[in-house]
């Protein structure tokens, strides 16, 4: 890794400690949130993917049980959730495309040290999630979770494990910037892109992007000391 035209060796198969924290909602919570909405037309909506991320929300694939009557166009009938488009091809239940703008959603995005874990469902029994990422990150977004949507019940299971580099130190969002910063030259001397093109082609407020590139380096950093 090169850095600030310093090259850095980056050694492996050091143990480091992550989180897994399984969240629920019961339905009363949902409907107080305006998440029950989905569960009009549909019996059961499952996450498949997250297929994008932007400050307005994530746009999803989802597949749903439709109750008698509906389709996808009635997605759009929720207060936080907008159908995009159905993908054909499948038999039986193909996928469909959401965009969800709910403020728990939004919230989530400022958070790159923590990743959600689909597949998850929502259905009557309520909602459940499972997180994964650093204690801290973990921490920080059940914070907010409790300020914004209080969970029914949290079971958080610490893992130690033996990566082969750093890389899971790293949210999904943080490693998408770093990898492109990377590709693109941005950290080559003299630079090969600049921020504003980097915002650009990533389609991301140039904020945004700084503020991904500021939180990645500060935690290699960190981990680089903390090794020696």
């Known amino acids: ?10 050694p492996c198969s050091i143990p480091f400690l992550m989180q897994v924290v399984h969240i ?16 009009i037309p549909c019996s059961k909506v499952e996450v498949v993917a997250h297929l ?39 038999n039986g239940n193909p996928p469909i495309v959401i965009f969800n703008s709910h403020p728990l959603a939004i919230a989530s995005i400022d958070f790159p040290d923590i990743a959600v874990l689909p597949p998850y469902s929502i259905t009557d029994d309520g909602i459940s999630i499972s997180l994964r990422g650093v204690p801290s990150g973990i921490s ?3 914070a907010l979770a409790n300020d914004v949507m209080p969970p029914d019940s949290i ?19 943080q490693w998408e910037v770093v990898q492109a910063a990377v590709q693109w030259g941005y950290y080559d001397d003299p630079k090969g892109v600049s921020m504003r093109q980097m915002s ?13 590139l500021h939180n990645a380096e500060a935690t290699l950093m960190r981990w680089l000391v903390e090794q020696e």
């Open 52 to 90: 994008s991320i932007s400050e307005k929300g994530v746009r999803a694939l989802v597949r749903c049980d439709f109750r008698e009557g509906f389709g996808p166009e009635d997605l759009s009938n929720s207060e936080y959730f907008t159908f995009e488009t159905s993908l054909h091809g499948e």
């Open 200 to 212: 650009e082609r990533l389609d991301m407020a140039r904020s945004t992007l700084g503020e991904h």
């Open 155 to 173: 079971k958080v299971v610490n893992e130690e494990e033996v990566q082969n580099c750093p890389r899971n130190l790293l949210g999904e969002r």
């Open 24 to 39: 629920h909602w019961n339905p009363t919570k949902m409907a107080v949130f305006g998440l029950n909405d989905l569960l």
């Open 140 to 142: 920080k977004f059940l």
């Open 1 to 10: 890794m090169k850095y600030a035209g310093v090259y850095f060796i980056i």
